[in-house]
């Protein structure tokens, strides 16, 4: 018998579980602020000219004995992108947000401290 929550079908089979919502808003929530952040970065870095400043990779946190923990601080800050004054998101002040490298199965403990509203 199937509870109320768990998947259907194959997931169901694999023993796969549905996070709680408050996880799976947060893990939505982040994965929409390093989708932004990447696209911005992407959009300051092109320039009709070519001369942008080259892609830097983005530093990597990665998981060690299957567990990936972390702290990240984002907050606004002014910068210029092609000139022209704009605010961003900063990831413990850099415009891109570390790379999270995790394998199947890691547990991630990840501490996000919002200052954006301070």
């Known amino acids: 018998m199937r509870r109320s929550g768990e998947p259907e079908g ?4 694999k023993g796969i579980t549905r996070t709680t919502g408050t996880t799976e808003s947060f893990v939505r929530a982040v994965v929409a602020a390093v989708t932004a952040a ?9 320039d009709s000219g070519g001369d942008g400043d080259p892609f830097v990779e983005p530093p990597v946190i990665a998981s060690e004995d299957g567990v990936l923990e972390a702290e ?3 907050e606004l800050t002014d910068t210029e992108v ?5 605010t961003i998101r900063a990831y413990d002040g850099d ?15 990840l501490k996000l401290a919002n200052r954006i509203d301070d």
């Open 10 to 13: 194959p997931a169901r089979k």
């Open 82 to 86: 092609g000139g022209t004054p704009v």
């Open 72 to 74: 990240l601080t984002v």
């Open 95 to 109: 415009f891109m947000p570390p790379t999270l490298a995790v394998s199947p199965g890691d547990v991630i403990r």
């Open 38 to 46: 990447v696209a911005a970065y992407a959009v300051a870095c092109s």
